[in-house]
């Protein structure tokens, strides 16, 4: 098993910036993959960016790049969200998730979420 426990959300005014942690523990050498998911208010995820086993980042959204910057630490166990000039439409829950590989399937430990709340 793998535990995910995220942490760093939080509100912010429309241009500010939040750094999200995801600190694994447990049988970390099982997973490869860690990746980025919000949940806005709805039921859907949608994933944010993810970074491989080689430390090559991924980002889904559009609109997050050139704003989000994900990267993992040497230990391989904590990986970061960095989040600039955010705006409303990034309100949401975001959460971690592991797995083996940078697709939604593939990830099979969850966190809990951390929120992150931009007022309009």
Not at 15 to 25: F, I, M, N, T
Not at 31 to 42: D, E, T
């Amino acid at each position: 098993q793998v535990q995910l426990v995220e942490s760093g959300g939080g509100l912010v005014q429309a241009g500010g910036s939040l750094r999200l942690s995801c600190v694994a523990s447990g049988r970390t050498k099982t997973v490869y993959a860690m990746g980025w998911f919000r949940q806005a208010p709805g039921p859907e995820h949608e994933g944010v960016s993810c970074i491989s086993a080689e430390d090559r980042p991924t980002y889904y959204l559009d609109s997050a790049k050139g704003r989000f910057t994900v990267s993992r630490d040497d230990s391989g166990d904590t990986v970061y969200l960095q989040m600039n000039d955010l705006k409303p439409e990034d309100t949401g829950t975001y959460y971690c998730a592991a797995g083996s590989h940078c697709i939604y399937d593939s990830m099979i430990y969850w966190g809990q979420g951390t929120q992150v709340t931009v007022p309009s």
